[in-house]
DNA sequence: GCGGAAATGTACGACAGCGTACAATGTCGG
DNA sequence: CCGACATTGTACGCTGTCGTACATTTCCGC
């Protein structure tokens, strides 16, 4: 895409959240004035049931996990969100019950916007709509994903796919982490963690202390993940070069 | 929901699909004529990724599973559809990539419908976009749940879950049901559902034969299954009720 | 530097579910 | 009625992960 295209249908800079830079001029307009930059903090939960956050929030810098849990107290990590999204979404049908919960895992910016004036632009039918149906459905895949993973993959592979899927949407390629976060994410006690890492560690694909860890080795790291990582990753792909390339256009006509 | 009410809004009988019979009149006559009723057959892949079906399909009678599979082989049920959905959504987003595999659970009627019909429709903006909006957030949830009931339970629990699940779509309290079909849905081997079918019918909440079962203590088989069954279903009711007592109004405002 | 807290390493028995194999039972076509 | 086949029952040893407990290391505030 050429400077000049992007010039004809944005005049204020990006904000880099790939979402919200694909709306077309008009609508970006309308919800700028609302869009308040903040920053979360590690572990900061986002949409709690209990707090009923009256905003959603589209990450920049960021990364968050949204978790399911049961009533049990059992938890599991469904997705990551990064700056290709929103957080949020799954609240969107607006019912009281339970729903998913978000929490900060790699500290940064985002912006929040008032649910309210986000429901607002939807009644408009934009094309917010749209992409915000194109990203609901790459979640619903992704979740998915996660859900044949947890169920049929060991250990390592969901170690390793894990750090790629936090690696991707995190700055550079170290970000904060603690073994007892991580097997709070993937379900599963500590001490796998430990033994998962230090097989990542010994292959040198990975290097960590005291709750950082750096990707040494990208490609062996994805060879030694489950296929889930790519398949999810290609899926969000798809939309990160639809919504650059032909921002504000509506639902690509199916065949 | 009075009599007048319904009749003011629909003039043709209804299909018995809950999604389609919630739009508004006008909507629905666009798509009648492409209607068109079929039935499936048991284990019947409504969208393969290699068959590339055209249509997408809204069960009336019969009921189907959306199926994640890895390229390695394995493969989870992720959700269950029946009446109250459309089998086809995770498709919207256009991809080429893999996406969920339908298979027909339990074999009847049902409405298929073309594609481009669908995404004609869709481009119209109309109240169709919010009730497959409503749906797939729904989607969301039903398999994030998933995702944390087969990471974190037992397999008499989630077999009970799946058994209910299905009953709550299928006609009557029997339906047509193999162990290796059971033990391929959640992803154990069938050994380990025969343990767990024995299990619930020493208990006498269900008995079975020869692919077939028969839901006997429906009170019973919900405890002892996991939360994750009333969580879903809770969910679904909400839609359904929003459906039935509201129909054709927008994406109704939160708070 | 020191003390405490958090993070990480390690060990050990327990157990759920796995892979496999084979027997027993029911069903259906010829 | 018989043979073939799908379905279900059961057994065996095995592996991965669990739950728990405790030791060790690192960091941070004082």
């Not at 993959?153 to 991707?168: F, I, N, Q, T, Y």
Request: aromatic share 6%.
């Amino acid at each position: 895409m050429s400077a000049t295209a992007r010039e004809s249908r944005r005049r204020t800079a990006p904000t880099g959240n790939l979402l919200l830079d694909s709306l077309p001029r008009g609508e970006f307009a309308r919800l700028a004035p609302h869009l308040k930059p903040s920053r979360t903090a590690l572990l900061e939960e986002l949409h709690c049931r209990s707090t009923s956050d009256p905003d959603v929030f589209f990450p920049v810098n960021s990364v968050s996990s949204l978790l399911v849990h049961g009533l049990d107290g059992s938890e599991v990590e469904v997705a990551t969100v990064g700056n290709e999204g929103m957080v949020g979404l799954p609240v969107f049908i607006g019912s009281e019950a339970v729903v998913f919960e978000a929490i900060t895992q790699v500290p940064g910016e985002g912006l929040r916007l008032p649910r309210k004036i986000l429901t607002r632009e939807l009644r408009r039918r934009s094309a917010f709509n749209d992409r915000l149906t194109e990203y609901a459905e790459a979640m619903l895949l992704s979740v998915g994903q996660a859900c044949l993973c947890s169920r049929m993959h060991g250990k390592v592979e969901r170690c390793a796919r894990w750090l790629l899927s936090v690696a991707d949407r995190a700055p550079g390629s170290e970000f904060p982490l603690t073994q007892k976060f991580l097997s709070w994410m993937i379900g599963v006690r500590r001490a796998t963690v430990t033994e998962a890492a230090r097989e990542l560690q010994r292959r040198k694909l990975i290097d960590y202390r005291r709750g950082e860890v750096r990707v040494l080795d990208r490609k062996g790291l994805e060879a030694a993940s489950c296929e889930c990582y790519a398949h999810v990753r290609a899926e969000f792909d798809i939309l990160r070069r639809r919504w650059t390339e032909r921002p504000g256009s509506r639902i690509a006509p199916r065949t």
